[in-house]
């Protein structure tokens, strides 16, 4: 793993956010002034590929970028906000319902969330 690939691992993972790659090369930038915005996207295509890291892709919104731990996510539909929420692991439940064993899934609940509701 090379260092630049080490430190946007840490990044993403010692962030509380879902972190955009423009987000992620500015906060790499601080302590990496020479590294492009193509190092980085390189970075996180290998990462998310080794199963390191995790896209989370949000129709109209920049991919997002996090850890591996199993969660689920909720989207603002208004403001495109993210947030983690565990739900109880639906892996049995939909591999029963196919007949046959899965890899994974990609739970995203869209909802308008408590800031958007006090904005109506």
């Known amino acids: ?5 080490k430190q946007i691992l840490n990044i993403v993972n010692q962030s509380k956010r879902h972190m955009t790659a423009e987000q992620i090369f500015l906060e790499l930038k601080k302590t990496e002034p020479r590294v492009v915005q193509a190092t980085v996207y390189n970075n996180l295509n290998t ?8 896209k989370v892709a949000i129709e109209g ?9 199993k ?17 109880e ?25 408590p800031e958007c509701r006090n904005k109506q």
């Open 89 to 113: 692991d639906l892996t049995k439940n939909l591999e029963e319902q196919l007949g046959e064993g899965i890899i994974s899934y990609d739970l995203k609940v869209i909802y308008i969330c």
């Open 1 to 5: 793993m090379t260092k630049y690939a």
């Open 47 to 54: 990462l998310c590929r080794e199963g390191l890291l995790r």
């Open 61 to 69: 919104s920049p991919d997002r970028y996090d850890k591996i731990q």
């Open 71 to 87: 969660h689920d996510h909720l989207v603002c539909q208004r403001c495109g906000a993210v947030s983690d929420i565990c739900f």
